[in-house]
């Protein structure tokens, strides 16, 4: 690359910043794809367990006897109302945690993969405020891939798990609000931990000094 098609760093369009995040998203596919499992693992579990409660409270609130049947025989308390189930509660927060330490994890091993990318760049005239921007940019493009497919997979699993446990009473009492709700929660924490789990290293991979990166054996 010649110094000429650096553009001056103080004026770096968005537009190009996200190429290069993109640019390197794809000479790392395998890396990133292992990123964005976990991801979707992580929100399709979250998104799974908040369509179930809504589905499940609709259904009890439906007071139907033979729906009642049925939903005691899947080890719903149907007396219990909305009582929060924490252990529902702590099952989440474990996978959101694993979710945003598996991005750090990512992010951070990139980072040490591309310290000699770094310093070329840093020594070229990018600046600390550049090489911030392609990381939170690389990791949110990654996380809400992953959330968005996390959300799809598991508003289905949910509703494959509802229907064989209560049959066609799903389709009559759906809770297509709660469902919604859900989805969008989802999205947005997933997307929120994306860009959190950038901030680490991308302030570390700006704060690479160009000398000592250009020395890092390969």
């Not at 924490?86 to 990512?106: E, H």
């Not at 951070?108 to 770094?118: D, H, N, P």
């Not at 297509?176 to 290293?201: D, E, Q, R």
Request: glycine residues 6%.
């Amino acid at each position: 690359m010649q110094k000429q098609d650096i553009p001056e760093q103080g004026s770096v369009p968005w537009h190009t910043v996200v190429a290069v995040s993109w640019s390197s998203i794809r000479r790392r596919l395998f890396r990133s794809l292992l990123t964005m499992s976990g991801v979707v693992l992580a929100i399709s579990f979250l998104t799974y367990m908040q369509v179930m409660n809504s589905v499940t409270r609709a259904l009890v609130r439906a007071n139907d006897t033979l729906l009642n049947v049925l939903l005691q025989e899947a080890g719903v308390d149907i007396y219990a109302g909305d009582a929060t189930d924490r252990m529902m509660v702590l099952l989440i927060t474990l996978s959101l945690l694993a979710c945003l330490v598996g991005i750090i994890n990512s992010m951070l091993m990139s980072v040490a993969e591309r310290v000699k990318e770094i310093g070329t760049l840093k020594c070229l005239g990018a600046l600390d405020s550049f090489i911030i921007k392609t990381y939170l940019i690389e990791s949110t493009l990654q996380g809400v891939t992953g959330t968005v497919m996390g959300l799809g997979v598991g508003l289905l699993v949910a509703v494959g798990a509802a229907m064989a446990n209560y049959r066609v009473y799903v389709l009559y009492h759906f809770p297509f609000m709660g469902a919604a709700k859900a989805l969008l929660v989802s999205l947005l924490i997933g997307s929120f931990l994306s860009v959190v789990a950038a901030i680490l290293p991308a302030y570390i991979a700006a704060r690479k000094q160009p000398v000592d990166a250009m020395r890092v054996e390969e």
